[in-house]
């Protein structure tokens, strides 16, 4: 057998296991890649009209919910704030600055860098423990909440 003939021989055989282990890929990467066909097809469905508006309407639902309750705890922090009776109390003062601060400085366009439920968060968990400190009896209720 001469030289020539032995490399054909191997790079047949190189070829026929190249090639089944392309079918073996392909089968193992069908779930990804469908997946991946679904998602731009979903991706192209949610930039279509409809979607665009239900989601303007959501995100605007959302915004004057936030905004409610910020305003709520802005209204009640900025009273107690101008109260004498809490003024010789220092961590209340401490808290109510950071609350005030975190409040004023809570985004008022949407900003893909920040994340807002955090940052609303942290607001809550700062005007809970103000109220415990002061005991305050004042809860954010949610009013005029509509389901369909």
């Given amino acids: 057998m001469s030289t020539f003939q032995i490399d054909a021989r191997v790079d047949a055989e190189e070829i026929v296991a190249d090639d089944i282990n392309d079918v073996f890929e392909d089968i193992f990467l069908a779930e990804e890649r469908i997946i991946e066909e679904s998602f731009h097809l979903g991706l192209e469905d949610g930039r279509q009209e409809e979607s665009v508006k239900e989601a ?5 639902k ?20 101008s109260q004498e009776d809490n003024a010789t109390n220092e961590k209340a003062r401490t ?19 920040v994340d807002l439920l955090h940052c609303l ?19 954010f209720t949610e009013t005029n909440v509509l389901s369909f």
Avoid: M
């Fill in 95 to 113: 808290i109510l600055a950071e609350l005030i601060d975190a409040i004023e400085k809570y985004p008022r366009e949407n900003e893909p860098t």
């Fill in 62 to 81: 959302k915004g004057s919910e936030i905004g409610r309750e910020l305003g709520f705890y802005y209204a009640i922090v900025t009273e107690v704030a």
């Fill in 56 to 60: 303007h309407d959501y995100g605007f």
């Fill in 121 to 139: 968060q942290q607001i809550r968990n700062k005007y809970r423990r103000l109220c415990a400190l002061l005991k305050l009896p004042y809860r």
